[in-house]
């Protein structure tokens, strides 16, 4: 602790808070008790008043850690309802991904079950062929085969425009239902 200046109550907490939303990776209780100039338990007292405050703060083994990647970008959301082939699956999802949209899940409306979902969760062409992969590695059905092709999708994207441009190039592909 040396020569530097103890950092006082409520200016420490603040300083704290600011140095953890501004840290891409987490700063251990030793690190923040060096640059406050107290001791790790202050620090450990400060975080559990931050926390108290409902700051999103997590302890990892590495250190603490603010959750604010997620929160801070605005995501928007939308569900849409297609109907094609199961082979014009890859079609639909690379269409959408190659708009920079997520495709969160796939869901129907089943007649004896009702509403059955299924987690999708692709973002790129990647993730998209792994996707198919899977389905055809384990001789699994799309959903959309027990509803004649009709099914939904709840996609993802952090803006408005990518999902309706998504949405137009669906439309212009005949893979949406009006």
């Known amino acids: 602790m040396g020569d530097k200046r ?4 409520n200016n420490r907490k603040e300083q704290i808070l600011t140095w953890l939303k501004e840290s891409k990776k ?23 008043l931050l926390k108290a405050r409902k700051e999103p703060i997590i302890a990892t083994s590495n250190g603490y850690l603010y959750l604010q990647a997620e929160q801070e970008q605005k995501m928007f959301e939308r569900v849409i309802a297609c109907i094609h082939t199961p082979e014009q699956t890859v079609e639909e999802l690379y269409i959408i991904v190659d708009h920079g949209v997520t495709v969160k899940n796939v869901f129907i409306e089943h007649p004896v079950y009702g509403d059955l979902t299924a987690s999708v969760m692709v973002s790129n062409r990647r993730e998209v062929d792994q996707f198919i992969n899977k389905i055809n590695e384990t001789n699994s059905p799309y959903l959309l085969q027990l509803t004649g ?19 137009q190039s669906l439309q212009e592909a005949s893979f949406i239902i009006e």
Do not use: F
């Open 149 to 167: 092709g009709i099914h939904l999708h709840t996609l993802e994207s952090d803006s408005e425009e990518k999902l309706a441009l998504a949405y």
């Open 26 to 48: 987490p700063i251990t209780g030793a690190e923040l008790a060096d640059r406050t100039n107290v001791s790790r338990q202050v620090i450990v007292q400060d975080i559990s």
């Open 6 to 9: 103890k950092i006082q109550g």
